[in-house]
């Protein structure tokens, strides 16, 4: 079993230079998707839908044209992260390591430049430990400094958020895992059931922590979310102390030379 600490110490171990919380990112787009749903919907738009699950995001686009739109068009976690790097350490090459393949597929998309330079799995990450013969038991637990909100699902945050911002806004939420409840989700918006409505869709059945490239039981990960979100220092992302790195999320030529958006 590896906490976060030895984690963070078997990855320096095998050459990484520091970890960074993807979570911090995470706050800012979920600050940046609770401006886009206050702004346009319903004025704008009869619902939105989140940004962070590039899989489901693509199918959205794809199959339902004509809610391409619907889509928020802030950047993703892993995205806003890698910027936040960038901008210190302009020489960095970023690796993000999580249990979902799609992000392999983002880090290369030509509309928007990721600045990622490797995506490797959970599983992929486990093989490298293996071949560089990290035993755990003998590494180090390094203090886990946990810098990012945790209030339990990208609505749920986005929710949070609108309400400290606008707290009489009533905001209405649906959530689908896997594709097939994606689609289904989508075809009942294509009725207008869902007008008025922020839709996170998650194309992995149980979420993210249930990715194609995870080593472990879905279960045994959602228990140590569990734990994680009771350490974590604030349960509101508008709380981030890096709230002054919003600005990342926008097109900004003085400062970028190729920055879209999603």
């Known amino acids: 079993l590896a906490s976060t600490g030895k984690l963070k110490s ?14 911090i990112g995470a706050d800012l787009c979920t600050v940046e998707e609770a401006h886009d749903f206050l702004e346009e919907v319903p004025e704008k738009l009869d619902w939105m839908g989140t940004s962070c699950c590039p899989a489901w995001s693509m199918m959205a686009k794809t199959l339902f044209p004509q809610f391409k739109d619907n889509i928020s068009m802030a950047l993703t976690p892993m995205v806003i992260t890698a910027r936040m790097v960038k901008k210190d350490h302009p020489n960095a090459r970023i690796v993000f390591i999580g249990p979902c393949a799609a992000k392999k597929l983002e880090a290369n998309r030509k509309s928007v430049r990721s600045d990622v330079d490797f995506v490797l799995t959970f599983e992929e990450l486990q093989g490298m430990f293996e071949a560089k013969g990290i035993d755990f038991s003998q590494i180090e637990d390094s203090a ?62 149980g979420g993210c922590i249930a990715g194609a490239g995870t080593v472990q039981p879905a279960e045994k990960s959602r228990r140590n979310l569990e734990r994680y979100k ?24 003085d400062e970028w030379d190729y920055v879209e958006r999603h």
């Not at 509101?236 to 990342?248: A, Q, R, V």
Request: aromatic residues 6%.
């Open 10 to 23: 078997a990855l320096k171990a095998i050459g990484f230079c520091d970890v960074v919380e993807v979570a």
């Open 144 to 205: 886990a400094h946990y810098e990012a909100s945790a209030p339990g699902g990208v609505a749920k945050a986005v929710e949070e958020v609108i309400h400290r911002i606008r707290p009489e806004v009533e905001v209405k939420t649906v959530a689908a895992e896997g594709l097939d409840e994606c689609r289904k989700m989508l075809r009942g918006a294509r009725t207008g059931k869902y007008n008025g409505y922020l839709l996170e869709g998650m194309a992995c059945p």
């Open 230 to 253: 009771q350490a974590a220092p604030m349960a509101n992302p508008m709380d981030t102390p890096y709230l002054e790195d919003i600005h990342l999320v926008y097109e900004s030529g």
